[in-house]
C-alpha cells in the first residue's frame, strides 16, 4: 500500500523534491474522492469557408447592426439619416415594437456575408465547424472545472510542503550562522552565546535538533523518566484481618 503524503515526519516532507510530491498526489485525490485530471482533448474544427459578398450595412448604434445591406454606402447612409429603428420590448410576457431614432454614433460600416448560393454549398461544413466549436466549448468549461476541483483537494498538501521546504531552509540557516561563529569564534562555547544574539532560543533548539547538531547550551531538554519507589512490605501486623 502506498504511503499517505501525511504519514511523513516534518522533516521527511521537507526533504521531497516536487517530483516526489507528485507522486502522493493520486493517493491524495483517491481519499478526497477527486478524480485525477484527464489531458484535454478537443476536437477538431474544419475551417471556416469565407463569405463571398462585402456590403455596406448601417449600423444603429456602435455595437448592433440592423438586418439590411447594401452595396451602396450612400443607401445605408440614407437609411440611418430618413428612418428609425424597430426595437422589440419586452413588457409583461410579449415584446412590443417601439420605434426609436439611429442613436448619434450611428454609421455605415462594411460587413461580410454569405451569398444565399455560396451558404447552400457551405452549410454542412460550417455545421461541422460549429458543432466542433460548442463541443470544445464545452470540454474547455469542464476541464477547467475539474482542474479546480483538483487544485482545492491537492491545497492543502502543496502548501504544507512549502512550509516544510520554507521551514527547512528557515532553520539550516540558524545552522549554517552556527558554523560560521565557531569558525570566526574559535570557540563552540562562545559562538553559541553570539548565536543567541541572532535567534530566538526555540529555535535554535529546534534547528539542533532538526540537523542532528550539537550546540553548548541548546541541547533539547529532556525530560527525566519518573522513578517509581517500591512501596515498603507490610508486616502480618499491619495486615487488616478480617
Same mark, same amino acid.
Given at each position: ?53 462585402? !456590403? ?5 448604434? /456602435?455595437?448592433?447592426?440592423? %438586418?439590411?445591406? /447594401? ?85 492543502? !498538501? ?6 516544510? !521546504? ?35 532560543? %526555540? %529555535? ?7 540537523? /542532528?547538531?550539537?550546540?553548548? !547550551? ?25
Amino acid at each position: 500500500m502506498a504511503t499517505p503524503y501525511w504519514d511523513l515526519e516534518e522533516k521527511e516532507r521537507a526533504q521531497l523534491t516536487e517530483a516526489e510530491v507528485e507522486k502522493y498526489c493520486d493517493f491524495e485525490l483517491m481519499t478526497a474522492g477527486v478524480l485525477k485530471v484527464k489531458p484535454l482533448v478537443l476536437a477538431t474544427v474544419p475551417p471556416m469557408p469565407e463569405p463571398d459578398l462585402e !456590403l455596406h450595412v448601417p449600423m444603429s448604434d /456602435s455595437y448592433h447592426s440592423i %438586418d439590411i445591406g /447594401s452595396d451602396d454606402a450612400a443607401a445605408c447612409g440614407d437609411v440611418i439619416n430618413s428612418c428609425v429603428r424597430i426595437s422589440a420590448e419586452w413588457v409583461g410576457g410579449k415584446h412590443v415594437d417601439v420605434a426609436r431614432p439611429f442613436a448619434k454614433d450611428a454609421e455605415v460600416r462594411i460587413k461580410r456575408v454569405y451569398s444565399a448560393e455560396r451558404f447552400a454549398e457551405a452549410r454542412a461544413l460550417i455545421e461541422r465547424a460549429n458543432s466542433a466549436k460548442a463541443a470544445n466549448e464545452k470540454a474547455d468549461a469542464e476541464y477547467a472545472e475539474a482542474c479546480k476541483k483538483q487544485r482545492e483537494a491537492l491545497k492543502g !498538501l502543496w502548501e504544507d510542503w512549502h512550509e516544510c !521546504l520554507a521551514k527547512h531552509a528557515r532553520l539550516g540557516q540558524i545552522i549554517n550562522t552556527w558554523h560560521e561563529y565557531v569558525a570566526t569564534a574559535g570557540s563552540e562555547e562562545l559562538a553559541a552565546k553570539f548565536l543567541a544574539k541572532a535567534f530566538e532560543h %526555540d %529555535d535554535i533548539v529546534e534547528a539542533a535538533e532538526w540537523w /542532528s547538531v550539537a550546540i553548548p !547550551l541548546f541541547a533539547p531538554e529532556v525530560e527525566p523518566e519518573p522513578v517509581h519507589t517500591p512501596a515498603p512490605e507490610r508486616g502480618a501486623a499491619e495486615l487488616d484481618l478480617f
